[in-house]
């Protein structure tokens, strides 16, 4: 089972309540179950107690708390939850991205019923503490909508200290709805005599009982802390007790909390100032001894700790207790709040747990000390790419005088950028500039300024930063500064957009070994990245085969590392023809892709996953993650990745034999006009987003049977990349372009030995087989024509081989056999050029009833024009692009 949906099934709870475990019971088969009462009321302790009579039930547990407020955040986790026990969970259905800004309640709950449509086994989702929840609007609402309309898996049950804002009049009506409320959960007489028993208390009178009962409402928690006392003060107490909330508590204080032994009253009052604590962490801050056993001790009572699930030795405070513990502590020694916050923050940096160590920093009034730990957590959380962490304490800096220390600034901003979230890093960068230096010399920061300004220029528009050539004065003068590695990455990734591998290759190297010397290890991944990219378009593919799978192997079992390197994975395998492992790989990545991705991260793993779907034959889930990568994609600022998406929809629009939707595509994304334009009639500067619009121009003409007018633009794509060294585009461009020439089959033998012996056999890899439709074809006939082929090519290909030799076989019907008689004759006439109005008088039919043959005609031949049906019939190019 997941870690996320485990909780504690070996603890036997303190009283069995068999009713309400059936009422959980009967429940579960409906779409919801609802419990709402106070804190204290039992409620967690009820749901574990149900799920240890059946182990193996599916569960999905998600204990929330309020920083789940945020939609990403809790639809991640939610997507993860439920994955953790159904693998069947389509993670390409839904994606964070789903949960964007743009993106509504209804969308969000299409995506989860999507995701959720291929789970056979009912799966129970449970959300306590659903509370935290009222903040956030579209959470309920898309919780609504999945009540509504729920996948026939899903079951849910909620547990909330208030009820949630949920529609839940028609779940009543259609008896879906179990609902346990406080008066559900109150105990009864004979489980408060066993309560009684349980904790050790003498027997108490039935009218002591009564009395109890009635002054508690039957709160377990209320009942549990006068029971407590009475073991101290006799059954006078309980006679005394008075039970609504506020005098609970002061009798807590007075009665039980006074009835403690010095030991344990310390104990509890400094203990709540932690979150979590442990017995090491209670003996070196409060500087007690044996505080481990107090711990266990204090928790068997079930009333001063719970323990944690997943933690053995860890406890924490029922909220309540704790928040009256805190404010005790706060009126009888404020003092020592903050010595005891210093100590706790030192106990959490030797366990390296920065988080904790930051929240006790910030309560321990002692500013240096919480600037020192913010700056050593932000260093090491930037290099390890643990973003989420830094974006966490975010908002807590907001106009606070640490964001003018360097090393507080410089890895929020990276984050801020990497994040996407640029209008906030460009105001903060601003102020950044305008304090000057603070903590090193003003040389220093001139550098710094310079080199943020590139990075957000680089990440907030790629298109703009590709038409630089200043990052090399920005190297010199960062050599000898802490991003100058990060310099020489930003001019590899500079180079490999200008389409020069070489020069890309040598910065990303150098980079490498400057990273991994100060251990930035997520940047050094970056750097390894863009390493396997380059050799991947010298042409070395298998260079960056091993390169790329001894980092996966190696790479460590968490940390953000395990992004870059799986995305590295997903192309190697997609090359190596491994397509249901990539396809496997990238289920796996999506649902950790979000805003603090690297956009070259996003688009590589969504383009290799539809392009791994659609030849597998899922054609429709292929398209549905090219508009999910459509959706995140900015075209003023992502043209590179507009320009691969709009040629894999085109490439895949052809291939599904769905020629209209190729040509709307198309005429979308403006390629009609550029023809026009003449864009293609003359080389010129080579870039990736002008050679995939010309990829994705040359599928659609050769979709509509333009292969002369296809040749000459991959002719003029030919010249442009003649001079970059991208062995692998040039390979792509020079296949496409045999594949447009009208030869006899007796040349493929021929066309086969001039690309091999100019890209070499080991550059023809999956992705030329999808890129350059037809090329398995052209490979199969030539080796019918006597190309041998190794056998280590063959066991990687020769699939896509031999299903394309057989296709070469197939032989296309006649246009005119699909046609009836009368359709014959208009399309004759449509042949010899005339117009609507001259296939009317040569067919004596009225002008609508000719153009309602023309529309039957373009169906049957599946084109979508004039145009397309003459160029199908006759190889030859129109005058113009057509419409």
């Known amino acids: 089972m997941h870690q996320e949906t485990l909780i504690t099934r070996h603890q036997t709870p303190l009283l069995e309540r068999p009713p309400l475990v059936e009422a959980l019971d009967q429940g579960a088969c409906k779409r919801l179950v609802l419990i709402t009462a106070p804190a204290g009321s039992g409620k967690t302790t009820l749901i574990r107690q149900w799920l240890t009579t059946d182990p193996g039930r599916p569960v999905a547990f998600m204990a929330l708390n309020d920083r789940d407020n945020d939609p990403a955040r809790f639809f991640a986790r939610m997507s993860q939850a439920i994955r953790g026990e159904a693998q069947e969970f389509d993670t390409s259905a839904f994606t964070p991205f789903d949960t964007g800004t743009n993106s509504d309640a209804a969308t969000i709950a299409e995506a989860l019923h999507d995701s959720m449509a291929p789970i056979s086994h009912p799966v129970i989702l449970i ?57 559900d959960l109150r105990f009864s007489p004979q489980e408060a005599e066993k309560l009684c028993h349980t904790l050790g208390n003498p027997a108490v009178s039935s009218n002591t009982l009564d009395h109890l009962l009635r002054i508690t409402e039957g709160w377990i928690t209320g009942l549990r802390l006068a029971l407590l006392a009475a073991q101290e003060k006799g ?5 005394a007790f008075s039970g609504n909330q506020p005098e609970v508590m002061a009798y807590f204080g007075d009665m039980v909390l006074q009835a403690l032994p010095d030991s344990l009253r310390s104990l509890c009052l400094q203990s709540s100032l932690f979150d ?45 207790l704790r928040e009256f513990l805190q404010t005790r502590l706060t009126m009888e020694s404020p003092a020592l709040i903050p010595v005891l916050h210093r100590r706790a923050t030192h106990w959490w940096l030797s366990r390296s747990d920065y988080h904790q160590a930051l929240k006790h920093a910030e309560n321990s009034d002692d500013p240096t000390l919480l600037g020192d730990i913010i700056e050593t957590a932000f260093g090491l959380w930037s290099r390890e790419g643990h973003f989420s962490r830094i974006l966490f304490w975010d908002y807590r800096l907001q106009n606070s005088p640490l964001l003018q220390r360097t090393g507080v600034a410089v890895p929020l901003l990276c984050t801020l950028i990497l994040s996407r979230r640029f209008h906030q890093a460009a105001t903060m960068l601003e102020r950044f500039r305008e304090g000057g230096p603070q903590d090193v010399s003003p040389d220093h920061h001139r550098v710094l300024v310079r080199f943020l300004e590139l990075y957000l220029e680089l990440f907030q528009n790629d298109n703009r930063f590709i038409g630089r050539d200043d990052y090399e004065e920005l190297i010199r003068q960062s050599r000898h500064y802490d991003v100058f590695p990060l ?30 010397q100060g251990g930035h290890h997520f940047m050094m991944d970056y750097a390894g990245l863009i390493i396997a990219l380059c050799n991947r378009s010298l042409g070395r593919p298998r260079q960056a085969t091993r390169d790329i799978q001894d980092a996966y192997q190696k790479m460590p079992t968490d940390g953000a590392a395990r992004t870059l390197r799986s995305t590295a994975m997903v192309v190697a395998l997609y090359d190596q023809n491994h397509l249901s492992r990539a396809c496997e790989l990238c289920g796996e990545l999506l649902p950790k892709l979000n805003k603090a991705s690297a956009i070259e991260v996003i688009a590589s793993v969504y383009l290799t996953y539809a392009r791994c779907l659609f030849a597998l034959g899922y054609k429709d889930k292929a ?23 709009i040629a894999e929809r085109i490439r895949q629009a052809w291939l599904s034999g769905a020629r209209e939707l190729a040509g709307q595509a198309a005429r979308s994304a403006g390629l009609t006009d550029l023809l026009q334009r003449g864009d293609w009639d003359k080389p010129g500067t080579y870039s990736e987003y002008r050679e995939r619009l010309g990829l994705a121009t040359v599928y659609w003409l050769r979709a509509t049977g333009r292969h002369a007018m296809a040749g000459r633009i991959l002719r003029v794509l030919a010249q442009e990349v003649s001079g970059t060294g991208l062995v692998t585009r040039a390979l792509t461009i020079d296949a496409n372009e045999w594949l447009t020439r009208t030869e006899p089959t007796g040349s493929s033998r021929q066309a086969m030995d001039t690309l091999i012996q100019k890209h070499g056999l080991h550059n023809m890899t999956r992705n030329i087989f999808d890129e350059a439709p037809g090329f398995g074809e052209l490979l199969a006939t030539a080796t019918q024509q006597g190309l041998v082929l190794p056998d280590s090519y063959r066991s990687m290909y020769g699939e896509l081989v031999d299903t394309t030799a057989r296709q070469t076989n197939t032989v296309r019907p006649d246009p005119f056999s699909l046609l009836t008689s009368r359709e014959q004759e208009i399309y004759r006439g449509l042949l010899a050029g005339l117009n609507n109005t001259g296939l009317s008088e040569l067919t004596g039919t009225t002008l609508s009833t000719t153009k309602w043959h023309l529309k039957n005609i373009y169906s049957k031949l599946g084109v979508s024009n004039r145009t397309e049906a003459v160029l199908l019939m006759s190889g030859q190019d129109a005058p113009g692009p057509g419409a």
Request: net charge neutral.
């Open 127 to 183: 959300l306590d503490d659903v509370q935290h929840l009222t903040t956030t609007p579209v959470i309920l609402d898309v919780l609504d909508r999945l009540l509504e309309q729920p996948p026939k898996c899903l079951h849910l049950v909620l547990s909330s200290r208030s009820r949630p804002a949920l529609k839940l009049s028609r779940l009543r009506v259609e008896q879906q709805l179990t609902e346990l409320t406080v008066r």
């Open 235 to 239: 059954e006078e107490a309980l006679d």
């Open 276 to 320: 979590r604590m442990t017995g090491s962490l209670c003996d070196q801050v409060l500087k007690h001894t044996g505080s481990a056993l107090m711990l266990e001790h204090l928790a068997r009572q079930e009333l001063f700790l719970m323990p944690l699930d997943h933690d053995p030795g860890w406890y924490r405070f029922h909220p309540l």
């Open 487 to 516: 310099s020489l990455c930003m001019a590899a990734y500079h180079h490999l957009q200008h389409a020069r591998p070489e020069q890309a290759l040598d910065y990303a190297s150098r980079a490498r070994e400057v990273l991994k």
């Open 623 to 645: 398209t549905h993650i090219l508009g999910k990568l459509e959706h995140i994609l900015e075209p003023e600022k992502n043209r590179r990745f507009i320009g691969h998406l």
